[in-house]
T-cell receptor, first 113, second 113 residues
Framework: GAGVSQSPRYKVAKRGQDVALRCDPISGHVSLFWYQQALGQGPEFLTYFQNEAQLDKSGLPSDRFFAERPEGSVSTLKIQRTQQEDSAVYLC???????????FGSGTRLTVV | KQEVTQIPAALSVPEGENLVLNCSFTDSAIYNLQWFRQDPGKGLTSLLLIQSSQREQTSGRLNASLDKSSGRSTLYIAASQPGDSATYLCAGKYMEYGNKLVFGAGTILRVKS
């Protein structure tokens, strides 16, 4: 596609509910990243994929967070047993390689009530 | 731990004014530095990318500089317009810490007509 597509755009979850956020990167982009952006803050790194391999998951805040990219294209970020502190915008970005510009999606705004 | 700081946190200027946004980073082993623009409810749009071997980059009315020795980058916006109103984020990339961006909290810019 022309850009990075994320769905849903908005998600309201009850505390304790599991959620799945989808990212469809630009076709052919090898690198894919997930970031979490709290209100009024800059994005914080969560995890990084190169093709289907998850090379860095050091930013995942707890074992309730899980990300996958099984075929090296679409990626899913799953949050189990959501908590209020998980409320944030989740941004996905892709790039052709390690040194190129990143293209960000519009994000998924998650609100846990 | 790498840290990126942006000042000021918010800035309001009249249309037509030239302005400078500041970004400082703690680790001089930066690979590159990128400036992004974020409009409300939207993802990030890449404005300028400066490699560590470069001193500055220009695009239209925007000019970004990088001084690794002092740990600073500036984004200069000439002849500001109301359409420039947005949040501006800088982000550093540190290859030795993995392929991720470390963001500042951003500067909220408002250009008044």
């Amino acid at each position: 596609g022309a850009g990075v597509s994320q769905s849903p755009r908005y998600k309201v979850a009850k505390r304790g509910q599991d959620v799945a956020l989808r990212c469809d990167p630009i076709s052919g982009h090898v690198s894919l990243f997930w970031y979490q952006q709290a209100l009024g803050q800059g994005p914080e790194f969560l995890t990084y994929f190169q093709n289907e391999a998850q090379l860095d998951k050091s930013g995942l805040p707890s074992d309730r967070f899980f990300a996958e990219r099984p075929e090296g294209s679409v990626s899913t970020l799953k949050i189990q047993r959501t908590q209020q502190e998980d409320s944030a915008v989740y941004l996905c970005a892709s790039s052709q390689g390690q040194v190129n510009d990143y293209t960000f999606g519009s994000g998924t705004r998650l609100t846990v009530v | 731990k790498q840290e990126v700081t942006q000042i000021p946190a918010a800035l309001s200027v009249p249309e037509g004014e030239n302005l400078v946004l500041n970004c400082s980073f703690t680790d001089s082993a930066i690979y590159n530095l990128q400036w992004f623009r974020q409009d409300p409810g939207k993802g990030l749009t890449s404005l300028l990318l400066i490699q560590s071997s470069q001193r500055e980059q220009t695009s239209g009315r925007l000019n970004a500089s990088l001084d690794k020795s002092s740990g600073r980058s500036t984004l200069y916006i000439a002849a500001s317009q109301p359409g420039d109103s947005a949040t501006y984020l800088c982000a550093g990339k540190y290859m030795e810490y993995g392929n991720k961006l470390v963001f500042g909290a951003g500067t909220i810019l408002r250009v008044k007509s």
